[in-house]
């Protein structure tokens, strides 16, 4: 008997319980509905919001005004499929504007407090600059330098990515002041340990948010 490509286990199969959850996301208050189960599976965030007093809620409703619509799908794909879907745009303005949306994934998952989540995109968005040979552009670099912490795993990605394969005409007058100081820094720090590849085709872990004593996505 051959193998059954589209069987799975049970026990690895996504949680719908809980009933349907109503998300309004953006200033329109674009609607989605997504099990209750799914969102809390790795969010901390709606483990708080979805709590015991959800359950005889009557709207079963909640908010994400800060973010878009369509970041929000990048996440409810992630939700059912464990993957992150990208576009097949070959040009390098398709590309970025793909970069762009996994960048304010990334946020969203911060927001959310869901790291594997965050450290999916982040292999995703690595992965995707490293085969198309396109590195984030300024728009993408001011949005996680505007929007994360110092010590954030993505802007050590994106200043590892300079350190290793940029170029002089990388920088000019529309490149993110602090990010400049923070590259300039990094080289610094980094100059008597370079190697001739990045840290991340070695362990992408360097650069996930899960830290030192929690599995990764990839293992669990």
């Known amino acids: 008997?051959?193998?059954?490509?589209?069987?799975?286990?049970?026990?690895?199969?996504?949680?719908?319980?809980?009933?349907t959850i109503r998300v309004m996301v953006g200033k329109q208050k674009t609607e989605f509905h997504v099990p209750a189960g799914l969102l809390r599976n790795t969010s901390k965030h709606f483990q708080v919001v979805l709590g015991e007093g959800w359950k005889n809620c009557e709207y079963r409703r909640t908010e994400l005004r800060h973010h878009e619509p369509n970041t929000f799908e990048v996440y409810v794909r992630w939700l059912y499929t464990r993957k992150i879907w990208?576009?097949?745009?070959?040009?390098?303005?398709?590309?970025?504007?793909?970069?762009?949306?996994?960048?304010?994934?990334?946020?969203?998952?911060?927001?959310?407090?869901?790291?594997?989540?965050?450290?999916?995109?982040?292999?995703?968005?690595?992965?995707?600059?490293?085969?198309?040979?396109?590195?984030?552009?300024?728009?993408?670099?001011?949005?996680?330098w505007a929007r994360t912490r110092l010590n954030s795993p993505f802007r050590r990605l994106l200043l590892h990515q300079w350190v290793w394969y940029g170029d002089e005409d990388w920088i000019d007058e529309n490149t993110p002041k602090r990010f400049v100081r923070d590259f300039a820094e990094e080289i610094l720090v980094m100059r008597d340990e370079l190697s001739e590849t990045m840290p991340f085709e070695k362990n992408a872990c360097l650069y996930h948010v899960h830290g030192d004593h929690v599995q990764c996505y990839k293992t669990s």
């Open 1 to 19: 008997m051959g193998s059954i490509e589209n069987h799975g286990m049970q026990s690895d199969a996504p949680d719908v319980s809980g009933g």
């Open 86 to 144: 990208t576009g097949n745009g070959t040009s390098e303005e398709e590309i970025n504007a793909e970069l762009l949306v996994q960048a304010k994934a990334y946020i969203l998952g911060t927001d959310l407090q869901d790291t594997p989540f965050q450290d999916t995109v982040l292999d995703t968005f690595a992965r995707m600059t490293r085969d198309a040979e396109h590195w984030p552009e300024d728009d993408v670099i001011q949005l996680i």
